[in-house]
C-alpha cells in the first residue's frame, strides 16, 4: 500500500489544539515562528518507511492513520470530560499514548542506540573468546554459531556480523529498529492502562504546551534511570490541550503530588517538564519565556 510524501512525526488533530495559530520553537533558532495550523510543522518526508516491509500489510504510517483515527474522538472526550476517566476511553488513549511514546525520533533512537550498544559489547566479548580459543587451541564449546541467549536463533559468525553492521547502518540513518519499536504499542497498553489517570486543569490565566516527544516517561523523582511503563514507580504526562494535562501515576499514592489541585507554579513546573523532554522542537499556543530559552541553549 502507498502512502504520502509528507509523513507527521505528532499526529496534526493531536498538534491542531496548540497550533491554530500558535508558536514552533526550534531548537538553535533565535526566534519562534508563528504558524496558523499545524499542517507544516512535525513531519519528515518518507520517515516512516523501512526496508523488506511485506507489500501486502499497511505501512508504518498508514498504521499511525488509522490509530489516530480511532483515538481521536476518545482525546477529545477524555479533553472535555470533568468526570474519572472511564474504562473503555482509558483503553483507547492508552493507545494513544503508545503510538506518541514510540513513533517519535526521540525513542526510536534512543531504543535503537540501547540495542546497538549491547550488541557491540556482545561482540567485543565474543570476538575476544574466539581469540582465547585460537591462541590456547582450544575448541568453542559452540563452534557452529554465536549463542545471544536467544532460544530462538543462534547465529553464525556472518549472520551476526551482517545483523552488527544492519543495524549500525539504521542508527546512522536515524531509524534503527523503528518498525520493532512501534510494534510494541499494543504491548504497552495494558501497562499504561493500569496506572493511576488524573487529568489536570489549567487556570483560566494559564495555559499547557507540548513539544516533539510529547510523552515524558520518568521516575516519581523525576529520573530517567530505570524509567519503564511497568513500574510502580513510574511517571508519565501528556500535555491534551492548552487547558488539560494528564499524569499517569504507576501507583496511586504518586497522585498526592496533584492531590491538592494546580497552580500557577505548578503550571510551571509541568511545562518545564515538557520542554526538557523535547527534541527539537517545543509548541505553544501563546509565547512562553521558557520555551524561548530553551530554543536558544
Same mark, same amino acid.
Given at each position: 500500500?502507498?502512502?504520502? *510524501?509528507?509523513?507527521?512525526?505528532?499526529?496534526?488533530?493531536?498538534?491542531?489544539?496548540?497550533?491554530?495559530?500558535?508558536?514552533?520553537?526550534?531548537?538553535?533558532?533565535?526566534?519562534?515562528?508563528?504558524?496558523?495550523?499545524?499542517?507544516?510543522?512535525?513531519?519528515?518526508?518518507?520517515?516512516?518507511?523501512?526496508?523488506?516491509?511485506?507489500?501486502?500489510?499497511?505501512?508504518?504510517?498508514?498504521?499511525?492513520?488509522?490509530?489516530?483515527?480511532?483515538?481521536?474522538?476518545?482525546?477529545?472526550?477524555?479533553?472535555?470530560?470533568?468526570?474519572?476517566?472511564?474504562?473503555?476511553?482509558? @483503553?483507547?488513549?492508552?493507545?494513544?499514548?503508545?503510538?506518541?511514546?514510540?513513533?517519535?525520533?526521540?525513542?526510536?533512537?534512543?531504543?535503537?542506540?540501547?540495542?546497538?550498544?549491547?550488541?557491540?559489547?556482545?561482540?567485543?566479548?565474543?570476538?575476544?573468546?574466539?581469540? @582465547?580459543?585460537?591462541?590456547?587451541?582450544?575448541?568453542?564449546?559452540?563452534?557452529?554459531?554465536?549463542?545471544?541467549?536467544?532460544?530462538? @536463533?543462534?547465529?553464525?559468525?556472518?549472520?551476526?556480523?551482517?545483523?552488527?553492521?544492519?543495524?549500525?547502518?539504521?542508527?546512522?540513518?536515524?531509524?534503527?529498529?523503528?518498525?520493532?519499536?512501534?510494534?510494541?504499542?499494543?504491548?504497552?497498553?495494558?501497562?499504561?492502562?493500569?496506572?493511576?489517570?488524573?487529568?489536570?486543569?489549567?487556570?483560566?490565566?494559564?495555559?499547557?504546551?507540548?513539544?516533539?516527544?510529547?510523552?515524558?516517561?520518568?521516575?516519581?523523582?523525576?529520573?530517567?534511570?530505570?524509567?519503564?511503563?511497568?513500574?510502580?514507580?513510574?511517571?508519565?504526562?501528556?500535555?491534551?490541550?492548552?487547558?488539560?494535562?494528564?499524569?499517569?501515576?504507576?501507583?496511586?499514592?504518586?497522585?498526592?503530588?496533584?492531590?491538592?489541585?494546580?497552580?500557577?507554579?505548578?503550571?510551571?513546573?509541568?511545562?518545564? *517538564?515538557?520542554?526538557?523532554?523535547?527534541?527539537?522542537?517545543?509548541?505553544?499556543?501563546?509565547?512562553?519565556?521558557?520555551?524561548?530559552?530553551?530554543?536558544?541553549?
Amino acid at each position: 500500500m502507498t502512502t504520502g *510524501r509528507r509523513q507527521h512525526i505528532i499526529p496534526q488533530f493531536y498538534l491542531r489544539r496548540f497550533l491554530s495559530p500558535g508558536l514552533v520553537y526550534r531548537k538553535g533558532h533565535d526566534n519562534p515562528r508563528m504558524v496558523p495550523s499545524p499542517q507544516q510543522v512535525a513531519f519528515e518526508n518518507w520517515y516512516y518507511e523501512v526496508a523488506n516491509w511485506p507489500d501486502d500489510l499497511p505501512s508504518l504510517d498508514e498504521i499511525n492513520t488509522q490509530l489516530e483515527s480511532m483515538t481521536a474522538p476518545a482525546l477529545a472526550r477524555l479533553i472535555e470530560s470533568a468526570t474519572p476517566v472511564d474504562s473503555g476511553t482509558k @483503553h483507547t488513549v492508552a493507545y494513544l499514548i503508545a503510538n506518541l511514546y514510540l513513533r517519535v525520533p526521540a525513542t526510536i533512537q534512543a531504543t535503537g542506540g540501547t540495542v546497538l550498544n549491547m550488541m557491540e559489547q556482545a561482540d567485543d566479548l565474543l570476538k575476544a573468546q574466539m581469540k @582465547h580459543f585460537e591462541e590456547t587451541g582450544t575448541t568453542p564449546p559452540l563452534s557452529s554459531g554465536f549463542d545471544t541467549g536467544s532460544s530462538s @536463533h543462534r547465529y553464525t559468525p556472518e549472520e551476526w556480523e551482517s545483523e552488527l553492521e544492519s543495524l549500525r547502518g539504521e542508527v546512522a540513518a536515524g531509524k534503527p529498529m523503528m518498525a520493532e519499536s512501534m510494534r510494541l504499542t499494543p504491548h504497552l497498553v495494558p501497562f499504561i492502562e493500569s496506572m493511576s489517570w488524573a487529568v489536570l486543569a489549567a487556570p483560566r490565566d494559564r495555559y499547557f504546551l507540548t513539544s516533539d516527544r510529547p510523552v515524558a516517561l520518568t521516575l516519581i523523582n523525576g529520573s530517567l534511570v530505570g524509567a519503564g511503563w511497568g513500574r510502580t514507580d513510574a511517571l508519565a504526562t501528556l500535555p491534551l490541550s492548552p487547558d488539560r494535562f494528564l499524569v499517569l501515576c504507576g501507583t496511586p499514592p504518586g497522585m498526592s503530588l496533584f492531590g491538592r489541585g494546580i497552580g500557577k507554579k505548578d503550571i510551571r513546573k509541568l511545562n518545564l *517538564r515538557t520542554i526538557s523532554h523535547a527534541r527539537m522542537e517545543v509548541y505553544s499556543p501563546k509565547e512562553n519565556p521558557f520555551a524561548e530559552e530553551w530554543m536558544k541553549l
